[in-house]
């Protein structure tokens, strides 16, 4: 059965405080690992999909590493507009039809 | 990337009643899927909704309590039949990109509360 784990749950940070949240999982075949940023009361909101070992991924001051067993969102000097919940999701081969399973989620808080 | 509208943002119902959601995608799109996010957790897949076919329900979800109809390949509803306390969740509709679905983008969510 896939398992996404996400840690830590809950992640408090000061302005420009850089930091890294983690994803590990247990997967198939891997199909794509994604991430999400949630904003209270919405969707989740679509960041990275990573498909191999190695790849890297960034957006603004978001980047998205992927190893076989893990996946990292490093975020650089965070603002306090990048708190959120951030969801890990991957989606595994030998299904035709793109189910993704998600983590818990890390909640950050980036305080000003 | 996709756009989709999810409606009703939000519902409050009385148990023993039904509601439907309706989720509609600017682009044509091969695949729709509908999640289930209970407070304070994660999303947990409900189905899987492709134009022209029966759902595929996931473990635990039955299409008498969670009937899907996909008519046509940019729309898709879900209705929660014989409301309860418990079905108080938020529901999400999601989509890939086209038939790559190498990306996937959900919609705003439906909070629904079941009094």
């Known amino acids: 059965e896939d398992q996404v784990t996400q840690s830590p749950e809950a992640l408090r940070l000061q302005e420009g405080e850089s930091s890294s949240l983690n994803c590990s999982y247990t997967v198939s075949g891997l199909r794509g690992l994604f991430w999400y940023r949630q904003d209270p009361g919405k969707g989740p909101e ?54 993704l399973t998600f983590g818990q989620g890390t909640i950050l808080t980036v305080h000003p | 990337s996709a756009v989709i509208s999810q409606k009703p943002s939000r519902d409050i119902c009385q148990r023993g009643t039904s509601l439907t959601i309706q989720c509609q995608v600017d682009s044509q799109v091969t695949m729709m899927f509908w999640y289930r996010q209970q407070p304070g957790q994660s999303l947990t897949l409900i189905a899987t909704a492709n134009q022209g076919s029966e759902a595929t329900y996931e473990s635990g979800f039955v299409i008498d309590k969670f009937p899907i109809s996909r008519p046509n390949l940019t729309f898709s509803t ?33 909070r629904l509360t079941v009094v």
């Open chain 2, 78 to 110: 879900l209705t929660v039949s014989n409301l309860s306390p418990e079905d108080s969740s938020i529901y999400l509709c999601s989509t890939g990109s086209g038939t790559a679905n190498t990306e996937a983008f959900f919609g705003q969510g439906t």
């Open chain 1, 46 to 99: 679509f960041l990275f999909t990573l498909y191999s070992a190695g790849e890297e991924k960034e957006k603004e001051r978001l980047k998205a590493t992927l190893t076989k067993k893990e996946s990292f969102l490093h975020i650089t000097a965070p603002k306090p507009e990048d708190s959120a919940t951030y969801l890990c999701a991957v989606k595994a081969g030998g299904t035709s039809y793109g189910k």
